[in-house]
């Protein structure tokens, strides 16, 4: 199934870019937004390429891990490690969202995912029940300085000395 451009403006861009800010956040990478911008439209895209193609049904999500770390590494947000936990925790807090607050919603409705996601809004809405916890997690990182897994915070220290050299 194609993803729309309104899906993808909508719903796909704003939980990419709070999942690369939350996750980084959590694992000691804490960056500004703007800084996640361009690696949030680049993995966007592969989001929503790899979804609308249908033989990669499953394989997104190995093709979303390797492209989140190599984008994190690319664009020097965090160091290896630091993009695989980032990429563990940015899936369990979807997850999260997914069981706790989509499961939910759906029964109520008495929709299956492949129903729902039939409906541009209603995937748009399936979207965002999925970034709750990214959001939160953002906050936290942005409010509350939180860092659940500090594996990143020296390797983003090392940067920023050598940067201020």
């Not at 609308?52 to 965090?78: C, D, N």
């Not at 916890?133 to 940067?159: D, E, Q, T, Y």
């Given at each position: 199934?194609?993803?729309?451009?309104?899906?993808?403006?909508?719903?796909?861009?704003?939980?990419?870019?709070?999942?690369?800010?939350?996750?980084?956040?959590?694992?000691?990478?804490?960056?500004?937004?703007?800084?996640?911008?361009?690696?949030?439209?680049?993995?966007?895209?592969?989001?929503?390429?790899?979804?609308?193609?249908?033989?990669?049904?499953?394989?997104?999500?190995?093709?979303?891990?390797?492209?989140?770390?190599?984008?994190?590494?690319?664009?020097?947000?965090?160091?290896?490690?630091?993009?695989?936990?980032?990429?563990?925790?940015?899936?369990?807090?979807?997850?999260?969202?997914?069981?706790?607050?989509?499961?939910?919603f759906l029964a109520i409705?008495?929709?299956?995912?492949?129903?729902?996601?039939?409906?541009?809004?209603?995937?748009?809405?399936?979207?965002?029940?999925?970034?709750?916890?990214?959001?939160?997690?953002?906050?936290?990182?942005?409010?509350?300085?939180?860092?659940?897994?500090?594996?990143?915070?020296?390797?983003?220290?090392?940067?920023?000395?050598?940067?201020?050299?």
């Open positions: 199934m194609a993803t729309s451009v309104l899906v993808t403006v909508t719903a796909i861009l704003p939980q990419t870019l709070f999942l690369l800010y939350a996750s980084l956040g959590l694992v000691g990478a804490k960056t500004s937004l703007r800084r996640v911008i361009v690696p949030g439209l680049i993995l966007t895209a592969v989001v929503a390429v790899t979804r609308s193609i249908a033989l990669l049904f499953g394989w997104h999500i190995v093709i979303f891990l390797f492209s989140y770390v190599g984008i994190v590494r690319a664009f020097r947000l965090a160091s290896i490690l630091g993009g695989l936990a980032g990429a563990s925790l940015s899936f369990i807090l979807v997850v999260l969202g997914d069981v706790l607050l989509l499961a939910p409705l008495g929709l299956n995912y492949d129903e729902a996601v039939k409906s541009v809004w209603l995937h748009v809405t399936i979207g965002w029940l999925e970034s709750v916890f990214l959001i939160l997690a953002a906050l936290l990182v942005k409010w509350k300085s939180l860092v659940l897994l500090p594996i990143a915070a020296r390797h983003v220290m090392n940067h920023r000395r050598r940067e201020s050299l």
